[in-house]
């Protein structure tokens, strides 16, 4: 007897999804006897809500966009059992349901949680805390969010965040050191992000061989942001390469140790709510959560792909 909880932010971006909640639990009732539907109001509530029925469903459903995602698999994480975790993308960026190939179509995301496929999925850790998509600091948490469309359609959000800083006069820097098991950096950077996600801000980010399968975080230490550096991203996304430049430093790692002078705020997943310094791990395999046919198709020489009968 399977138990499935749908987690329903009303105050996300997008309406569509969040307009067919009954029409969702109805679907899932065809197939699962027990389905509950929880709403949150405000911060916390979720986490309450995952807390109070983790140990006794055998699925959770956000629906919700990604800040409501990064609350629950806060609230997910910790636990020793962990339900299957699915998305419903009822946000205005949904990013990690992009990555895990969700449609971003309400019929077509439901009709893929229906068919009930899924995989094992790494999640990132900095210090107390979890993370999906990418931790930043520096550039990535001082641009305004309010960016032209068309940029960063055409540009994506990284390219945008190195061609606005060259208004500036002197592109704001900061002191870092990063230690990991295989490399080690010191010196001043205008930014650094850690990825595990393929996408931030609805957009594929910067690095070219991402997964979520592979069990390693993705880092980008930006030293200088240079029309060369630019480049050498956008040419690296083209050609599957890591990027080639002066002001760039492209590792991959499991864990990280990292300081800054001065004290940095953190962009985790959009949430600004932490500083340096920061811990950072990755947990292999962590979440299983449902996935779509484009994700299979990237990730089929990784692990394989379960099916979870609803």
């Known amino acids: 007897m399977n138990r499935v909880a749908i987690i329903a932010n009303p105050a996300a971006g997008n309406k569509k999804l969040l307009g067919k909640l009954e029409m969702i639990q109805k679907k899932l009732e065809q197939k699962s006897p027990d389905v509950g539907v929880y709403l949150v109001s ?21 629906v919700g966009g990604d800040g409501t995602v990064h609350e629950l698999i806060n609230a997910l994480c910790p636990l020793p059992q962990r339900p299957i975790f699915a998305i419903l993308p009822g946000g205005t960026c949904n990013d990690f349901s992009r990555t895990l190939g969700i449609s971003q179509e309400p019929e077509e995301a439901i ?55 060259q208004s500036f006069s002197q592109p ?24 595990n996600g393929s996408y931030v801000g609805g957009m594929e980010t910067y690095f070219p061989r991402n997964n979520v399968q592979d069990g390693l975080l993705d880092v980008l230490i930006i030293r200088k942001a240079s029309l060369e550096a630019l480049r050498s991203i956008l040419y690296s996304h083209l050609i599957d390469e890591r990027p080639n430049s002066e002001d760039l430093f492209y590792f991959q790692a499991k864990s990280l140790q990292i300081n800054t002078h001065p004290v940095q705020k953190v962009d985790c997943d959009g949430e600004k709510k932490t500083f340096t310094p920061a811990t950072l791990t990755i947990l292999p395999k962590h979440l299983q959560m449902v996935v779509g046919h484009d ?12 099916h979870f009968d609803l």
């Open 172 to 195: 704001p820097s900061f002191f870092l050191e990063v230690t990991s098991e295989s490399h080690y950096f010191r010196g001043y950077a205008t930014m650094m992000i850690v990825g």
């Open 295 to 306: 994700f299979i198709q990237r990730t089929r020489h990784f692990f394989s792909i379960e």
């Open 42 to 62: 405000k911060p916390g509530d979720g986490t309450e809500i995952v807390r109070s029925i983790a140990n006794h469903v055998d699925m959770i459903v956000s």
């Open 111 to 165: 009709e893929q949680l229906m068919e009930g496929k899924i995989a094992p999925v790494d999640v990132g850790k900095h210090n107390d805390r979890y993370f999906l998509n990418f931790w930043g600091v520096g550039l990535i948490t001082q641009v305004s969010e309010q960016i032209d469309p068309d940029i960063k359609r055409d540009w994506g959000r990284l390219a945008y965040y190195l061609s606005a800083v």
